[in-house]
């Protein structure tokens, strides 16, 4: 507070309203803060320095068949999940085959999991909700030209809206899982549903296919 004159630069250029002048105080809510950095550099004062605290961890794992597991998880209360998503694909290895699991939607998280993927699987549910989130998120992928497939999944007969939007944008689709009470209740149980229910390893192995003819006839 010695250095900083109070002249709200930093305040102002705040996107994410992380700063307040209060009086004389100057007010800091880390839980707001992106550490996009921009503060600092627009301090002339050299009032702002860059500090550390935990907002989440990453778990590194292996199984018998030597995958990799890796897991990000965000502590209780924290509104920022990008930093720990960067801390756990920087475990991963150039040359492996890499597969993230991103969250749904088209938020700050999604972006920051597969801005730099060669290939996003997109999943989706043949319902309104399902088909409004998938618009935007192949919207999204089209403007960094990003490819990727569908897998539509708890198909219960066809949604026409779903079947149309599909045609229409020339949507790839890489499989079809259809809804079954028995995998909610196998995966609400932890166990491995292939492992529980092996006549859907055909379903998984034909995705699979689906998704290595398209890779490969992109080089």
């Not at 500090?51 to 292996?62: D, T």
Request: net charge neutral.
């Amino acid at each position: 507070m010695e250095n900083c004159t109070s002249c709200k630069k930093c305040v102002q250029s705040c996107a994410f309203h992380a700063l307040f002048v209060l009086g004389k105080e100057m007010l800091f809510f880390q839980e707001l803060c992106h550490s996009c950095k921009l503060c600092l550099r627009i301090c002339e004062e050299g009032a702002i320095k860059e500090g550390e605290r935990e907002v989440g961890v990453v778990r590194i794992g292996k199984t018998d068949s030597s995958i990799i597991f890796v897991e990000g998880r965000l502590n209780v209360g924290e509104a920022r999940p990008m930093p720990v998503i960067d801390a756990a694909k920087s475990h991963c290895v150039d040359g492996d085959i890499q597969v993230i699991d991103a969250p749904p939607g088209t938020s700050c998280p999604f972006v920051r999991s597969v801005y730099d993927s060669d290939f996003v699987v997109l999943v989706t549910e043949p319902t309104p909700f399902g088909l409004h989130d998938l618009e935007k998120c192949i919207n999204f992928l089209k403007s960094i030209k990003k490819p990727f497939g569908l897998v539509i999944n708890k198909e219960k007969g066809k949604f026409p809206k779903l079947e149309e939007y599909v045609l229409q944008n020339e949507i790839p689709v890489l499989g079809r899982v259809p809804e079954d009470l028995r995998i909610a209740k196998v995966l609400s149980e932890g166990k491995i549903l292939l492992k529980e229910l092996p006549e859907y390893r055909a379903c998984f192995e034909e995705i699979f296919k689906s998704l290595k003819r398209m890779i490969h006839g992109r080089n």
